[in-house]
């Protein structure tokens, strides 16, 4: 609904005050381009190397040199603690994890987005790596004044990176709030679902 991929049956979906759902595809591929998306499993293209990943936003959406393509690719992959020298020419399969995760930020970040949407950005990792991704998310914010978007059954990462949380049951909202408001929450709902968190 946010990338206005699929029209609301009801309600509204605003951006910088903007209605989304009544765009036409034109508007609507304009506010798509003020965005970066993180996808489960980084979604890598697997026959592209680190820096062809990263570049690909880039030459379909942008006029920029292939030097400032080059630029652009290393200052994202900085970003993400990845040393562009090393991991530029690999492809996905010889990446961990956790890399082709950053690899996935870096590559949502191209286009210096003002809003980045996570799908379950630390399914399947490790512990240390979930820290990692974490601490990335909220160095976009701090750093560059992000605003990130998450989907995630992980509550301990999203308690630590989330100012608001949405909780959502049977299509509804059931909760809204900060991490705070919803763990000091008496809904039974809520306390079920934080369970022994």
Do not use: C, W
């Not at 292939?66 to 992959?77: C, F």
């Not at 987005?113 to 399947?124: C, N, Q, W």
């Amino acid at each position: 609904l946010i990338l206005r991929l699929l029209v609301p049956d009801e309600g509204q979906v605003l951006i910088d005050g903007q209605d989304i759902a009544h765009l036409s595809f034109e508007e609507a591929l304009d506010v798509r381009q003020r965005m970066g998306m993180v996808f489960q499993g980084a979604a890598l293209f697997d026959s592209m190397t680190v820096f062809e990943n990263i570049a690909y936003p880039l030459r379909e959406h942008t006029d920029l040199s292939e030097d400032e393509i080059v630029a652009r690719v290393r200052e994202k992959l900085e970003f993400v603690d990845l040393e562009p020298d090393r991991v530029m020419d690999q492809l996905p399969a010889e990446l961990s994890g956790g890399m082709k995760k950053r690899v996935g930020i870096a590559r949502g970040m191209a286009n210096n987005p003002r809003i980045m949407l996570y799908d379950e950005p630390t399914s399947g990792l490790d512990p240390l790596t979930t820290g990692t991704i974490t601490r990335l998310s909220m160095k976009l914010q701090r750093e560059l004044g992000v605003t990130s978007i998450v989907v995630s059954h992980d509550i301990r990462s999203a308690f630590r990176m989330a100012t608001r949380i949405a909780l959502l049951a049977d299509r509804h909202i059931v909760f809204f709030g900060t991490p705070e408001e919803m763990a000091a929450s008496e809904n039974e709902y809520i306390r079920d679902f934080l369970g022994g968190f």
